[in-house]
């Protein structure tokens, strides 16, 4: 039986890197363009398939081509490249599925550039939440197969952006403790707001 709870955080090397790459903005500018190209066409061709093609079957065959291509190259390729960090599962021979999150350690945990790490960031987070709204949209308009093909496309970027934060800040506990503390932080803020405006109103 699996466990989906099993998960391993390990290290993530990479090798040395050539100097002439150190020195770039963006040193794998291939990764890059394919970081946001394979989104950006499936978006693209969900708003406008209407225009060129008729056929529904045809315009769902042409998105989830662009979110598949899209998914395996943002698991397998742009976050090992631009950010050091890859995700992946594997079976043990007793059937136990493990969830592996990789980063880079040690003196290569930090040598991604910051222009590398907005745009993966940003195209990591952006897209899925543009599935969210084409979801609703599409829920709201009782446009039901459409519904279908933006909730495809929003497990798998969503997948990409839960497997990349696992990446990032560690195991599921971490996570929760992060969440908690922002949590905490935040009624703590929103305590000493109203205390503070009590104090006003009362002087």
């Known amino acids: 039986?699996?466990?989906l709870d099993d998960t391993e955080d390990v290290a993530?090397?990479?090798?040395s890197e050539d100097d002439w790459r150190r020195h770039r903005a963006v040193r794998y500018p291939g990764a890059a363009f394919f970081h946001l190209f394979f989104r950006i066409g499936a978006v693209v061709s969900y708003l406008f398939c209407s225009f060129y093609q008729t056929s529904f079957i045809i315009n769902f065959i042409i998105i989830l081509f662009f979110v598949s291509l899209d998914f395996w190259t943002v698991k397998n390729v742009t976050g090992r490249l631009l950010v050091g960090l890859r995700w992946?599962?594997?079976?043990?021979?007793?059937?136990?599925s493990h969830w592996v999150y990789e980063s880079r350690k040690g003196s290569k945990k930090?040598?991604?550039t910051a222009t590398e790490a907005r745009l993966f960031w940003l195209g990591l987070v952006i897209?899925?939440?543009l599935w969210v709204i084409f979801v609703f949209v599409n829920l709201f308009s009782l446009r039901f197969a459409w519904l279908v093909v933006t909730i495809v496309a929003l497990m798998l970027s969503g997948a990409n952006l839960y497997g990349y934060i696992?990446?990032?800040?560690?195991s599921k506990k971490q996570l929760s403790t992060i969440?908690?503390?922002f949590l905490g932080q935040q009624m703590m803020?929103?305590?000493?707001?109203?205390a503070t405006g009590a104090g006003g109103d009362s002087g």
Do not use: Y
């Open 88 to 96: 992946w599962n594997h079976i043990d021979e007793d059937g136990t």
């Open 189 to 194: 803020s929103r305590a000493m707001a109203s």
């Open 110 to 112: 930090n040598t991604e």
């Open 166 to 170: 696992r990446c990032k800040v560690g």
């Open 127 to 129: 897209f899925p939440l």
């Open 1 to 3: 039986m699996s466990s």
């Open 12 to 15: 993530l090397d990479f090798g």
């Open 179 to 181: 969440a908690t503390q």
